[in-house]
């Protein structure tokens, strides 16, 4: 716990009249359709050259910290996701919304948020002593064994409709195939087009397929979002009480969140899909996920927060960035004469524990602000459907294209928009779409790497992927046993 | 029309024309240049792109801002038919990777073509090195020669890059079998070298420097004309027999515009990216970032990328040996 020593030294007045700026800059850039913490980081940078290590620290940190907070508000409240880390959000935030519970719902997020990024910084500051050790005990087999453990998620989200959730798996992954292989690198499947080169972009489908497919719903219809419900605004104790309710459920949430941070390559879209599907089979009620179950959106928020501790571990261990927004972090601390690294554990200590200080109240002063700003905005839900819907599709098609400035975005965005329209309309999951796209590359790129570096044998002898192997197969079991044990006590 | 009149006022307006062409100059820059990057932010490419931004900004002759964009995809490839179909008009230029960019050409059809650039000056250059787990079983890359495996694993991270052909083009010319163990990042590539899943990894010494600085990784081959002072018990390619590989290999970072850039605002350009260089200023940023710059002009830059681009036609066998795998 050595970051307690420097709490001190973050909370100085100037330090902290940075972290509000910079927070209040992360909320927005978060807010602001396909724009992310990577970018947020991007764009202070040059603010830091004039600045001392720990202001840079402070603000680069903040706004990082802060934009998955303002990336949860629109999944919550038009199903449009900032970033593709708060694609997840979506699945059961806006039915919230829907049932004019948004204020419970975002309420929950920026709690889940500040007390996922809580528990993340601090267990990262007790794995410090073994960080290097952890970091070198995953490797390919036990990558491809969680992704299979994920694939098998889709049951339970698919429940009572499990053909046509397989056909929509099965879309996903086709989708994630297309673009470049990962046995050598060759390009298949783009059709002489260069923009399929890097495979289809994950935070284009998500906007088409719930954004968009959303508000054509919305314009058929003459309600708001929330329909006729009385929509309360303001912060909501509901939402309070929900997260303390399933600290359970939190907790584990938190830890799927910072195990997957720290393998570098698997990336923080991963821990939030692998923490809500860990969710659903787990309840007692899976029934109810995708159609407004707060413990979806307590999965999601806290493991993704959480999982930023985790991205620091070998980003301090190694140098090597847990992903492209630690990458940014990386080349800002550079720039200050700061060399992430073995030395961050030992030398430079005083450094991390002052940067995982920083990244703790950056976590809170982000909620405070949150919760402000964010419960303001509720108001939303009450705008007639549509009137609501071409603002919808602007705002997720500027997304599309703000994510990666390529036209083929938000072409791909429109063309999902149209399929989520069929798919909903003939009873497809597009949840299980979603995940067998993030999950195929993983699927398929360790695959080969295990069997490049291990072989056949590397899948059954490594302890970490036979653990994970069954764990897959109980939980594809689970609902069985579990009919058995009600008939026999029936 | 009277045919007098007509050829007036078309005189007239060619005359306009050319005061306005003449006129143009003195006005560039006007708006905002955009300076584009074809990675994502936080390589080394994205880096050096941030940093100079501000130093041509500040030693154009006009006030205009110059916006770094990042615009990934395909191994820089996007970037590069970006900057190549822009107009020509000094207000999208790129920095380049040129080495991957001609191993793409070489093996892919693609949109640009480096031959027809317009080169406005090299910032740095970054010589290529072969590395291992310093603890690991391989003190010198002739240990590879003793075949002690079928197959050597290399981490590699994409077909085309240019670490995968320089390894390529080694390893060929040592007679040492390998395959490849793929990943998409440089970070993914260097932890599978420590965890030992791969024997060895190739990669520019400025992205790797830090895993060499902390102990964890060591070089056992590096490309340079000389051996670097710093590692003087690191041979070079010449030192094993291959001294056509001593230089060829190394990664450039040049800054480009679109072909047919008119030679007066390539003048302003290369001018404002010179000062930058010489900025002392941006001096004490590199040396923040440990990296040097190594500038050469927009002559030298061009005289440069042809022979890079020829020599990279004699790897052309290499690359289709590569491609050839992937059909395997």
Known sequence: MGFLSQLGAVLQWDLMLIMVGSVMFGLVVGVLPGLGGTIAMVLLIPLTFGMSPEASIVLLLAAYGASNFGGSITSILINTPGDAVNAATTFDGYPLAKQGKAGMAITAAMVCSALGGLVGLVVLDLMIPVARKLILAFSYPDFFMLAVFGLTVIAAVTRGNTFRGLISALFGVLLAFVGTDPIVGGERFTFGVEYLWDGIDLIAVIIGLFAIGEAYTLSRQHQSIASDIKVESGISWEGVTAVAKNYWLFLRSCFIGIWVGMIPGVGGVVASFMAYGTAVQMSKTPEKFGKGAIEGVIAVESANDAKEGGNLLPTLAFGIPGNSAMAVLIGGLMMHGLSPGPEMLTKNIDTTEFLIAAAIVGKFVAMALGLMFGTRLIFLTRIRGSLMAPGIIAFGLVAAYGAGGKIGDVIVAAAFGLISVFMQKYGYSRIALIIALVLGGLLEASYHQSMTAFGVSGFFTRPIALVLLSIAVLSLAWPLIRRKKTRASA | ?328
């Open chain 2, 1 to 328: 029309m009277d045919p007098c009149l007509s050829r007036v006022l078309r005189a007239g307006a060619a005359l306009l024309l050319s005061l306005h062409a003449l006129a143009a100059p003195a006005a560039y820059p006007e708006k905002n240049i955009e300076l584009v990057v074809g990675y994502k932010p936080g390589g080394g490419y994205s880096d050096w792109a941030q940093a100079i931004a501000p130093f041509i900004e500040k030693h154009l002759p006009r006030k205009a801002n110059v916006l770094v964009r990042h615009m990934d995809g395909a191994g820089s490839a996007v970037a590069a038919s970006y900057v190549q179909r822009a107009r020509p008009d000094g207000y999208v230029i790129g920095i380049y990777n040129v080495a991957g960019l001609a191993a793409t050409q070489l093996a892919r059809e693609v949109p640009y073509d480096l031959k027809r650039v317009t080169w406005l000056a090299r910032l740095s250059f970054d010589d290529s090195v072969a590395l291992v787990l310093a603890k690991g079983p391989y003190k010198s890359i002739e240990d590879f020669k003793k075949r002690t495996k079928p197959e050597y694993i290399v981490s590699t991270r994409g077909l085309a890059a240019t670490n995968t052909i320089t390894g390529a083009v080694t390893f060929a010319k040592m007679g040492v079998k390998w395959k490849p163990l793929n990943h998409a990042g440089t970070g993914e590539s260097v932890l599978a070298v420590l965890r030992g899943d791969a024997d060895i990894t190739w990669g520019s010494y400025e992205s790797v420097q830090q895993y060499v600085e902390s102990g964890d990784l060591k070089l056992v081959l590096y490309y340079d004309s000389k051996r670097d002072p710093k590692f003087p018990d690191v041979p070079i390619p010449g030192d094993l027999g291959m001294p056509e590989l001593n230089e060829s290999m190394n990664s450039h970072r040049l800054i480009g515009a679109p072909p047919g850039l008119p030679a007066d605002v390539r003048e302003v350009l290369e001018q404002a990216i010179k000062k930058a260089v010489d900025d002392p200023g941006f001096a004490d940023v590199t040396k923040k970032m440990k990296k040097t710059p190594a500038y050469l002009n927009a002559r030298e830059t061009t005289v440069l990328v042809d022979g890079l681009l020829k020599s990279y036609q004699s790897y052309a066998g290499v690359v289709k040996d590569l491609l050839a795998r992937d059909k395997k």
